[in-house]
């Protein structure tokens, strides 16, 4: 799945975005929306994982993730941004910080170690066929 397909099944004032890359912009006339966008398969025990810069998250009103066979994560700018800090999500070398995704009694829920709290992020699900 790439971000011009996500964008038509969301659609609404996501379909007016144009895409650049793994990032999307709309007029304001449009609703003035400024998306990122990643994929991720998912991985053993129903865990997906991406990751990004706070640069990039802090500069965009949505983080759009393909999850690989449940569907389109779109999580608002503050409650990515509040994942990272309630949790102290530590930033990689790359200057990256991870995002971690798992899913548990039909909850998607974001993580950072096995000993804290999660966020459940379900509402934020918009199911729909996500393949490679």
Excluded at 36 to 45: A, D, I, Q
Excluded at 67 to 81: A, C, E, S, T, W
Aim: glycine share 4%; net charge positive; proline share 2%.
């Amino acid at each position: 799945m790439n971000l011009e397909q996500a964008l038509k099944i969301l659609d609404g004032d996501f379909a007016k975005c144009r895409v650049n890359r793994n990032r999307a912009f709309s007029d304001r006339e449009d609703g003035g929306l400024s998306v990122c966008f990643h994929y991720t398969k998912m991985y053993e025990s129903n865990v997906w994982w991406t990751s990004e810069t706070f640069l990039a998250v802090d500069s965009c009103n949505y983080l759009i993730i393909a999850l690989q066979n449940r569907g389109l994560l779109v999580l608002p700018r503050k409650v990515l941004i509040d994942y990272w800090t309630d949790l102290k999500v530590s930033t990689l070398k790359s200057g990256r910080r991870n995002i971690r995704i798992k899913e548990e009694y039909s909850k998607i829920l974001l993580y950072n170690r096995s000993n804290q709290r999660t966020i459940d992020v379900t509402e934020h699900l918009h199911p729909c066929e996500v393949l490679d």
